[in-house]
């Protein structure tokens, strides 16, 4: 998986977005889940519509599983071709998908479970940067500012100064520098916020 990863920095500019879009994808499988158990014959189509677009994202992002999920999705359309030239029964179908279900989903776990590492170990040691240079007095904010502005400045900073120098090389050892800011943002952000009131 950490090859996968390191793939991925090379095509992706967002750890974040990808993980964001997993999730979102992620979803779907819990209202599949729903569909097989209400012996809906609409799960067939829906997972395979759903392992299709997880797999173009595995694809697109150079993560290795994407021929895991187009292996399901060949097991689907198996399971709809006719057996002496009967129509396979829905039951069989709904079967089929149902076996298939558990095993997309733990896939989908195990690529995403690496980006969340990354992303929640590097929001930690953004959270301690920005703590650290409000104790330190180094963060000035002031509503004339432009925030995105102000965010570059603070991670030049952070890029700069020897005492966040070593933890923000960390930072960008686990995701994107545009990850980056966009999680010193909403640390920013969070904290404006909570100083208001």
Known sequence: ?????KAMAQVTSSFINIHEKLNRLRLGFKKIKLLIENQDINAIDSLYLL?????DTFRKN???????????????????IAYDRKVPLKTDQLETVS??????TQT???????????????QI????????AYDSNMIQ????????????????????HDSFKEQ????????????????????VNQIQISKQY
Request: glycine share 2%; charged share 25%.
């Open 1 to 5: 998986m950490e090859k996968t990863l």
């Open 51 to 55: 392992l299709k677009d997880v797999e």
């Open 62 to 80: 150079q993560i290795n599983e994407y021929d895991q999920l187009a292996s399901y999705r060949s097991e689907i359309l198996a399971s709809q």
């Open 99 to 104: 076996n298939i279900l558990p095993s997309a």
């Open 108 to 122: 989908l776990n195990n690529v995403m479970k690496p980006l969340e590492d990354r992303i929640q170990e590097s």
């Open 125 to 132: 040691i953004i959270k301690m940067l920005v703590n650290k």
């Open 141 to 160: 904010w002031n509503d004339g500012l432009n925030f995105p502005d102000f965010i570059h400045a603070l991670w030049r900073l952070f890029l700069k």
């Open 168 to 187: 923000t090389n960390m930072v960008l050892d686990r995701i994107t520098e545009t990850d980056a800011l966009q999680l010193l943002a909403r640390e």
